[in-house]
């Protein structure tokens, strides 16, 4: 029988700052008394703690284990700066999501030999038994929803065109229909932007559900390297970026999702749906380096952060 870890016991806000600082956390940049105001009010000590991670640990000596050179000030920022990252991301992916969907009702329109209830009704045939009645359950728990309910009322499961599926689908269940028509057509772009799809899902339910996003920019994947399409790839080289580069950003699963969104937004959202995106993400930059000189010797912040304001001024900017 497995172990079963400890459980930790709950501190109070005085202890929290005495546990801080016996971890190395110094009080400078913010004071410990501004520090427990904003533990009692603000900010949760488990929510702020998580970035402790982008900080290296002293090894040997008789600070061994401590964080070197982290502020509590630093904790707060990187907090304040992940909540600005996630209220840009979020309509990003919205948008992506939205103009994928007009695009793929724009191709079954198109095809002469698809008449969009066909192709649905195909969809939920291709499905196993689990995924079926998952997704037969999505909709059905839609009958009551003050928005969309009238819609699933209308079209039955068995009646139902495409077009009123994808107004009805979540994001996930969207992308799994974008694959089975990319296989349905035989198309490979269309795999590659399901691809895209599925990144962007992954963020829009970080961003939406206020998942930290900053303090895993130090992490990367057990493999080698994730796998992305190669237009991604030829993309990136196009804006100067290197391999040795890639492959060093892309083993980030955080940063690959970012940097896939922001190239699947150039790809899926046209021009004119797009207006005031390149203002926000001004914005979003001058919050992130307000104070970029208390990170410029963290080579991981340093560095992810040049990365992703790369990657985002080249395709939204």
């Excluded at 488990?46 to 050179?69: E, H, I, S, T």
């Excluded at 291709?126 to 009238?150: F, I, P, Q, T, V």
């Excluded at 580069?245 to 797009?274: D, G, H, W």
Aim: charged fraction near 25%; hydrophobic fraction near 40%.
């Amino acid at each position: 029988m497995a172990d079963i870890p400890s459980r930790k016991p709950i501190l109070t806000i005085e202890q929290q700052i005495e546990h801080l600082r016996r971890k190395g956390v110094s009080f400078e940049l913010c004071s410990e008394a501004e520090a427990a105001r904003i533990l009692a009010g603000q900010d949760h000590y488990f929510r702020l703690a998580a970035y402790r991670v982008l900080f290296p640990k002293r090894v040997g000596g008789p600070r061994d284990g401590q964080y070197a050179g982290l502020d509590f000030g630093h904790l707060v920022d990187l907090a304040a700066i992940d909540r600005e990252l996630r209220s840009f991301l979020l309509p990003l992916t919205l948008d992506v999501e939205n103009s994928a969907k007009t695009r793929l009702v724009e191709r079954i329109t198109e095809k002469p030999d698809e008449d969009g209830y066909s192709i649905f009704s195909d969809y939920l045939a291709a499905l196993n038994h689990g995924d079926r009645n998952r997704r037969e359950g999505e909709l059905n728990r839609l009958k009551k929803d003050a928005y969309l309910g009238s819609l699933v009322s209308r079209y039955p499961i068995g009646e139902m065109p495409a077009w009123v599926f994808l107004e009805l689908s979540s994001f996930g269940a969207f992308a799994d229909f974008y694959l089975f028509c990319a296989d349905r057509w035989g198309d490979s772009g269309m795999r590659d932007e399901h691809y895209m799809l599925r990144r962007a899902n992954s963020l829009r339910n970080a961003a939406a559900h206020s998942s930290a996003i900053v303090n895993g920019l130090g992490s990367s994947s057990s493999a080698p390297q994730l796998r992305y399409p190669a237009p991604l790839a030829a993309a990136l080289g196009e804006i100067g970026v290197s391999k040795r580069l890639r492959r060093s950003k892309m083993r980030n699963p955080r940063i690959l999702q970012m940097t896939v969104l922001a190239y699947a937004y150039s790809r899926f959202v046209p021009r004119e749906k797009a207006e005031g995106t390149p203002e926000r993400l001004l914005a979003l930059a001058d919050r992130s380096e307000l104070h970029g000189d208390w990170y410029a010797g963290n080579t991981v912040i340093a560095s992810s952060h040049d990365f992703i304001a790369m990657v985002f001024k080249a395709w939204l900017g």
